[in-house]
T-cell receptor, first 115, second 111 residues
């Protein structure tokens, strides 16, 4: 398996533009997580899905952020409009559902810079 | 809100030294995991501990889960430059698949 695949690896955009981050989880993993990592706040959970259904979006900063999982092999995180404070590394992770000893498999992340 | 505080935040040591990283919370976790993250990559799972008081060893790394399942420690013996990275603990509470990550410990091992 190629692991969790995220695209793009790097994104530089201007304030006010729409940004879409993409994630392909590991086949057979039915939980998917979106995290944001910054120096100040560490690794924060934004939203997670079980079986393509959003379970907890309490970490989504505000209405400018939205996430979808239209099928088991694809998820997107969208920011519209983007702001400089959204600059961070965004990680997608997947895992089997409800196996407490199983860890997450993370992608390599998308480094977002909003100027 | 469940919080996991790690200490120290930063650690710079010489090759061959021993070190311990701590992960503390006021909340009880059903399991706790440790990850290591290298620059430009996502965190990678090192170990999972489930039972209070459990000790697991992974080569030169020793992980312990506190008796009350609120804290954990990671001890590295004879650190090597390849151990350099960001170490993250992560706790899972109750019947949820959600992991809460700790604040992180950035370790630099100088040759």
């Amino acid at each position: 398996d190629a692991g969790v695949i995220q695209s793009p690896r790097h994104e530089v955009t201007e304030m006010g533009q729409e940004v879409t981050l993409r994630c392909k989880p590991i086949s057979g993993h039915n939980s998917l997580f979106w995290y944001r990592q910054t120096m100040m706040r560490g690794l924060e959970l934004l939203i997670y899905f079980n079986n393509n259904v959003p379970i907890d979006d309490s970490g989504m900063p505000e209405d400018r952020f939205s996430a979808k999982m239209p099928n088991a092999s694809f998820s997107t995180l969208k920011i519209q409009p983007s702001e400089p404070r959204d600059s961070a590394v965004y990680f997608c992770a997947s895992s089997p559902l409800r196996l407490s000893n199983y860890g997450y498999t993370f992608g390599s992340g998308t480094r977002l810079t909003v100027v | 809100t469940q919080l996991l505080e790690q200490s120290p935040q930063f650690l710079s040591i010489q090759e061959g030294e021993n070190l311990t990283v701590y992960c503390n919370s006021s909340s009880v976790f059903s399991s706790l995991q440790w990850y290591r993250q290298e620059p430009g990559e996502g965190p990678v799972l090192l170990v999972t501990v489930v039972t209070g008081g459990e000790v697991k060893k992974l080569k030169r790394l020793t992980f312990q889960f506190g008796d009350a399942r609120k804290d954990s420690s990671l001890h590295i013996t004879a650190a090597q430059p390849g151990d350099t990275g960001l170490y993250l603990c992560a706790g899972r509470g109750g019947a949820t698949n959600k992991l809460i990550f700790g604040t992180g410990t950035l370790l630099a091992v100088q040759p």
